[in-house]
């Protein structure tokens, strides 16, 4: 039994991630928005590394992710043993 709870445990702590992990995740994220949306922004007039162009980087990339999403809903209506359900 302490074995099984020793596994758990190392398999749990496996799983977390650093928060050095992390701080390299998120500038990676960074660094690829500005690689596509920097010059789409400098086409647009901006001053490169003004903070102008980095709201455009941002604009651009929240625009970009939220066109890309699929927003559906799914409603189900009935009773036991007929359902109905809709995807919208």
């Not at 050095?20 to 596509?36: C, F, K, P, S, T």
Request: net charge positive; glycine share 6%; with cysteine.
């Amino acid at each position: 039994m302490r074995t099984f709870a020793l596994f758990v445990v190392m398999i749990f702590l496996a799983g977390c991630v650093t928060q050095a992990e992390r701080a390299a995740q998120v500038q990676r994220d960074v660094d690829d928005m500005i690689r596509v949306y920097g010059p789409g922004c400098e086409k647009l007039g901006y001053k490169p590394d003004s903070d102008l162009w980095r709201d455009c980087v941002l604009r651009l990339s929240t625009k970009d992710s939220l066109e890309r999403r699929d927003f559906t809903t799914t409603n189900c209506i009935g009773s036991r043993g007929f359902v109905h359900c809709s995807t919208f």
